[in-house]
């Protein structure tokens, strides 16, 4: 496969690295969650640096142990051995680190539920996407998407946790980061 190189993107006055991370900025939007880009980079030492791609702020479904709920989130269309290896450290430092690939397929939330937990549990480099392991240790899927009160949260992969999805404001966030377009001056916008 020929190496092609990301498009830089532009939304909301950021420009992004590239057309996936700006779909996630415009379902991150579509949730209602407060997220910044690019916030800050971090020497992890041995001559290591990483800059995760988000952080987003008071995140539900987090366990609770007295640190805030901030989430990080690392954008991969493709993982390598040193990215992995950047957001393992990253963690291990204390920080919860989210792994996301391409906006899931899925014509409601349910297929979308489907396709991000057929994802979670494949080793990526010893990272897995959409898994709680880079957050709080626990190696299980970890769903985004909308609460009945309107909130960002984080939903386990098993079925009992959906009981406070919000299901059509879930299934409206990823339509439109599915449907977000760049070309030609188009914003991405909801």
């Known amino acids: 496969m020929p190496d092609f190189k990301p498009i830089e993107t532009e939304y909301k006055g950021y420009r ?3 057309r996936l991370e700006a779909r996630w900025a415009v379902f991150f939007d579509a949730c209602g969650v407060k997220w910044d880009y690019e916030v800050e980079g971090f020497d992890l030492g ?6 995760p791609d988000f952080v987003l702020y ?3 479904g987090l366990r609770d142990d007295g640190v805030n709920n901030d989430l990080y989130v690392e954008v991969k ?3 390598t051995k040193a990215d992995a290896e950047k957001i393992r450290r990253f963690h291990k430092e204390g920080a919860r680190v989210l792994v996301v690939g391409s906006i899931p397929d899925g014509t409601d939330a349910h297929d979308v539920y489907e396709n991000v937990f057929q994802e979670c549990y494949n080793d990526n480099e010893g990272v ?5 392991e880079t957050i709080d240790d626990d190696y299980f899927g970890a769903f985004p998407g909308v609460d009945e009160e ?3 949260k984080l939903f386990g992969d098993d079925l009992n946790y959906l009981r406070d999805l919000d299901y059509e404001a879930t299934e409206k966030a990823y339509k439109a980061a599915r449907q977000a377009r760049f070309e030609f001056g188009e914003k991405g916008g909801l």
């Open 16 to 18: 992004f690295r590239s």
């Open 46 to 51: 041995d001559g290591i640096k990483y800059l």
């Open 58 to 60: 008071d995140v539900h």
């Open 77 to 79: 269309g493709r993982m």
């Open 128 to 132: 897995s996407y959409y898994n709680f």
């Open 150 to 152: 309107g909130h960002f």
